[in-house]
C-alpha cells in the first residue's frame, strides 16, 4: 500500500515536471469519442509524438544558445574581472600589464561613436523619409531599395578598404576619428535606413490621410505626425546599429586606428583607438596577463552594449505604450 | 444616363468624371451636382466605386499611386484637378471625415487645434476647441481631460473628435467615408444626430452602406453600381418610387 501511493506520488511529480516543460500533458483519452467508421484516420498517437518531438528539439536549440552565451560570459568574467578596476580604466595602455589601461580606448570609442551618430543619423534617416514618403514606386526604386538591403550585408572590412581608399586617402582626411566615423557611418548607414524605412512602413495610412485632409503640405504631415510615430522604432533602430558600430574591429585597423595610444583624442582629426582593437591588441599577444586584460576590456565593451540595448528596449516600450492604434 | 436635378445652387460638380486604379476605372463617366447645405448620400454595393467618388471632391485619391483622373471636378465652378491647382487649398475648404476614426496620436486638444494652427489660424485656439467639440458634442464629455490623449476615447468619442477636428478648418464641405461602419448604434445615433444639426452650416456628403441611414438622414441620394451613377435625386422619391430597375432592387435588399 505505502509502496504504491509513493509511486503514484512520484509519478504526479514527474507529470507535474514534464507538463511544466509542456513535453507532456494529461489528454482526455481518444477512444472515449466515439469512433466511428469514417474517412479519417485519426492517428492521434503518432501525431500527438510528433508535436512533442518538435517542442522537445525547440527547448534543445534555445538550451544550446543560452547556454553558449553563458559559457562565454563566465570565462570572461572569471579571466577579466580580477583586472577591472578604476586603475584599468583610467590609465592609459602600457607594456606593463599591471599599469595597463583602457582610458584611450574608452574616449576613443565615445569620440568615434559620436561622430558615426552626426554623420549617420541625419543621412539614414533622411533617406529612409525620402525613400518611404516621397519616391514614387518605379524600376529604379526597386533597384535602389534592394542596393540597401544588399549594402547591409556587406563584410565590414570591405567598408574599411573604402575608408581607407576615399576618407584616408582621397580625401586625406589621415587616420583620424573622422576617418574612422565616417567609415562606421558608412557601415551603418544601411541598418538605419532598414529600420527606419520599416518604423515608417508600421505608420498607418490613416494618420497621413488625417493630416492631408486637414490641409497639411506633405512637409506638415510627415513631419508632425509620420516621423514622431514611427520615432520609437527609428531610434531603436539608431540605437542598435550604433551598438554594432561600437564593437566592429575590422574596418577600423584598415582606417589606421593604433592600438597603442597614450593620449585621449582631441578633435575629430585627432589619432585614436576603440576598445575593440585594444582587446584585440591584448588578445594577440603571447603573455596571459594580457588575455587576462583583453578580457576586463571585453567585460567593458559588454557594458557599454548591454547599456545600449537596454536604452533601445526602454525607449520602444514607453513609446509604444504610448502609441496605441 | 440620369440628368442630375438642380435642387439648390451646386456647390460641388463632377463633368464626365472617370477615375481609374491603373487600367481599371472605379467610377465611370459621372455627371453629379451636389447642393449647398443638403445632406447627401451616396449608396451602393461594395465596390461600386462610391468611395472613389467621394474622395474625387477632396483630391485624397491624390495619394493613391497610380491612380488616372479624366474629367472635371467643379467646386464653385473652378476646376480643382485643374493644371496648377494645389490640393492642399481644396481640402481646406472641403473637409473629411473616415471610415475607422483616426485621431492623431497627441492630445485632444491637438487633435482639434492643429489644422487650423498650420493652416495660420489668427484667433484665439483654445476658444476655437472648444467651439468645435461644443459643434461635434463632444465637449461635455471631454471638457476636463483636454490634455488626455485621443486615442484613449471610445470609439464612438474618437469619431466626433474627428468631426470636431475637421470643422475647426472652418470648411464649406463635409465629406464623409462610412463613418458609422466602425460604431455601435447608440454612437451612431449620436453621430446622424450630429449631421443632422451640422446641416444649417455646411454641405454634407456621405457614403454609407446603411440604407435605413441614408434614408434618415439625407435630403439627397445617389445610387452608384459599377462605377455608374445609376440614379440621383431626392431621398424619398429613390427609396419609395426609384426610377430605375437596379435602384430598387437595390434599396429594396434583393441584391447588394
Known amino acids: 500500500m505505502e509502496t504504491t501511493n509513493a509511486q503514484s506520488n512520484l509519478m504526479k511529480g514527474m507529470v507535474r515536471v514534464l507538463s511544466l516543460t509542456g513535453i507532456s500533458r494529461p489528454v482526455q483519452n481518444s477512444k472515449d469519442i466515439a469512433e466511428k467508421e469514417s474517412d479519417f484516420s485519426v492517428n492521434l498517437r503518432w501525431r500527438r509524438f510528433k508535436a512533442n518531438a518538435f517542442r522537445v528539439v525547440l527547448i534543445g536549440t534555445v538550451t544550446l544558445a543560452v547556454m553558449m552565451l553563458l559559457i562565454l560570459l563566465y570565462e570572461i568574467i572569471r579571466q577579466g574581472a580580477g583586472w577591472l578596476n578604476w586603475n584599468f580604466i583610467t590609465s592609459f595602455p602600457s607594456r606593463f600589464p599591471a599599469k595597463a589601461g583602457i582610458w584611450s580606448a574608452i574616449w576613443g570609442s565615445l569620440w568615434v561613436i559620436t561622430f558615426t551618430a552626426i554623420f549617420s543619423i541625419p543621412v539614414g534617416v533622411g533617406a529612409a523619409v525620402y525613400l518611404e514618403e516621397y519616391a514614387k514606386r518605379s524600376r529604379l526604386g526597386n533597384l535602389i531599395e534592394i542596393n540597401i538591403s544588399n549594402l547591409a550585408g556587406v563584410p565590414s572590412i570591405i567598408y574599411g578598404l573604402l575608408g581607407l581608399v576615399v576618407f584616408v586617402r582621397a580625401m586625406a582626411l589621415g587616420r583620424s576619428v573622422t576617418s574612422g566615423a565616417l567609415t562606421m557611418s558608412l557601415l551603418i548607414l544601411p541598418v538605419i535606413i532598414v529600420a527606419s524605412r520599416e518604423a515608417l512602413r508600421g505608420v498607418p495610412n490613416t494618420i497621413r490621410e488625417a493630416a492631408y485632409a486637414l490641409g497639411a503640405t506633405r512637409w506638415q504631415a510627415i513631419s508632425a505626425h509620420v516621423v514622431p510615430a514611427a520615432l520609437p522604432g527609428i531610434l531603436t533602430g539608431i540605437i542598435l546599429s550604433l551598438s554594432r558600430a561600437i564593437g566592429e574591429t575590422a574596418p577600423l585597423i584598415l582606417v589606421g586606428a593604433v592600438a597603442y595610444v597614450a593620449f585621449v583624442p582631441e578633435g575629430p582629426s585627432s589619432a585614436f583607438t576603440v576598445l575593440p582593437i585594444q582587446i584585440f591588441d591584448w588578445s594577440s599577444r603571447p603573455q596571459e596577463s594580457f588575455h587576462e586584460l583583453a578580457a576586463a576590456g571585453i567585460l567593458v565593451l559588454l557594458i557599454f552594449l548591454l547599456t545600449m540595448n537596454a536604452a533601445a528596449i526602454f525607449i520602444r516600450d514607453r513609446y509604444q505604450r504610448r502609441l496605441k492604434w | ?256
Open chain 2, 1 to 256: 444616363m440620369v440628368e442630375a436635378q438642380t435642387i439648390a445652387e451646386p456647390i460641388l460638380e463632377t463633368e464626365n468624371l472617370t477615375v481609374a486604379y491603373g487600367s481599371a476605372p472605379a467610377v465611370k463617366n459621372v455627371n453629379v451636382r451636389i447642393s449647398q447645405n443638403q445632406i447627401t448620400a451616396m449608396i451602393g454595393p461594395s465596390g461600386c466605386g462610391k468611395s472613389t467618388l467621394l474622395r474625387t471632391f477632396n483630391r485624397m485619391n491624390d495619394l493613391v499611386f497610380g491612380v488616372r483622373i479624366r474629367g472635371k471636378v467643379l467646386y464653385h465652378g473652378r476646376d480643382i484637378y485643374k493644371k496648377g491647382s494645389d490640393p492642399v487649398e481644396i481640402r481646406r475648404k472641403v473637409g473629411m471625415v473616415f471610415q475607422k476614426p483616426n485621431p492623431f496620436p497627441g492630445s485632444i486638444f491637438k487633435n482639434v487645434s492643429w489644422g487650423p494652427s498650420i493652416n495660420g489660424y489668427r484667433g484665439d485656439l483654445p476658444e476655437l476647441v472648444e467651439r468645435c467639440l461644443r459643434k461635434a458634442a463632444l465637449w461635455d464629455e471631454v471638457k476636463d481631460k483636454l490634455n488626455d490623449s485621443g486615442l484613449a476615447l471610445s470609439g464612438g468619442q474618437q469619431q466626433r473628435l474627428c468631426i470636431a477636428r475637421a470643422i475647426a478648418m472652418d470648411p464649406e464641405v463635409i465629406l464623409l467615408d462610412e463613418p458609422c461602419s466602425a460604431l455601435d448604434p447608440a454612437s451612431t445615433a449620436r453621430v446622424e444626430e450630429l449631421l443632422l444639426e451640422l446641416r444649417e452650416k455646411y454641405t454634407i456628403l456621405i457614403v454609407t452602406h446603411n440604407m435605413q441611414q441614408a434614408a434618415r438622414i439625407s435630403d439627397l441620394t445617389a445610387f452608384l453600381f459599377q462605377g455608374k451613377l445609376i440614379e440621383f435625386g431626392e431621398t424619398k422619391t429613390i427609396f419609395t418610387t426609384p426610377k430605375n430597375r437596379e435602384t430598387e432592387d437595390y434599396v429594396t435588399g434583393k441584391f447588394g
